[in-house]
């Protein structure tokens, strides 16, 4: 079974900051990885995805992860956050290459905070 | 493509009510899931779809909780005798099973349940 830790519940933020978002995750198996973010009351809506290949990923505004094997991680940052960045953001995992069920397991979410 | 769809977006309902919802998934994705998700939680993982046919359910999914998807395109998720600890947002996914966004889950906005 797979689960998903997102270290920190609040992230507090200045305008124009870099902000890193960190995740943890564990599984027996291979797993595909993912970062989607909800803005208040909107959907879910994908940031970016690591599937294979390298393992420096980059996603629509201006974010991107590193996949690291060895440290179970996949940590999300931005070097410089807009006001528009503030959203929750999810972190979450789906089993690799077996089968086609790719259910996604979630984290408890980050809540960016970006102020002025 | 006009992305995936819910009906209702918000309803209220009182305990022991049974209430339906609704999820058109993106035309020509045969994967479908559903997930719930409560405040300040991430989402869980319901059901699964692949086509007509439901291939995995959530210990989640009480036998309150039945879904089917009986054409392979749109699905309803139903819940019997609802209860207040049913109150949740309900969201559809859809996915491709080949293409670029092969893995990628798609979301709806998601149906807001208050039981009351």
């Known amino acids: 079974a797979q689960s998903v830790t997102q270290l920190d519940s609040q992230v507090p933020v200045f305008e124009e900051a870099p902000v890193e978002l960190r995740c943890n995750y564990s599984?027996?198996?291979?797993?595909?990885l993912f970062w989607y973010v909800q803005y208040p009351n909107q959907g879910l809506q994908l940031l970016l995805k690591y599937l294979s290949g390298s393992t420096l990923v980059k996603g629509i505004n201006g974010f991107e992860a590193e996949f690291n094997k060895s440290q179970t991680s996949f940590h999300l940052r931005k070097p410089s956050v807009h006001i528009s960045d503030t959203a929750e953001y999810f972190c979450?995992?789906?089993?690799?290459?077996?089968?086609?069920?790719?259910?996604?397991?979630w984290g408890l979410g980050t809540s960016l905070a970006v102020n002025p | 493509d006009t992305g995936v769809s819910q009906d209702p977006r918000h309803k209220i309902t009182k305990r022991g009510q049974n209430v339906t919802f609704r999820c058109d998934p993106i035309?020509?994705?045969?994967?479908l899931y559903w997930y719930r998700q409560t405040l300040g939680q991430g989402p869980e993982f319901l059901t699964y779809f692949q086509n007509e046919a439901q291939l995995e359910k959530s210990r989640l999914l009480s036998d309150r909780f039945s879904a089917e998807r009986p054409k392979g395109s749109f699905s309803t998720l139903e819940i019997q005798r609802t209860e207040q600890g049913d109150s949740a947002m309900y969201l559809c996914?859809?996915?491709?099973?080949?293409?670029?966004?092969?893995?990628?889950?798609?979301f709806g906005p998601g149906t807001r349940l208050t039981v009351l």
């Open positions: 979450a995992v789906s089993r690799g290459h077996a089968g086609n069920n790719r259910k996604l397991i």
């Open positions: 996914a859809s996915s491709p099973t080949a293409g670029l966004n092969y893995n990628e889950q798609f």
């Open positions: 035309s020509e994705h045969n994967r």
């Open positions: 599984s027996s198996v291979s797993v595909y």
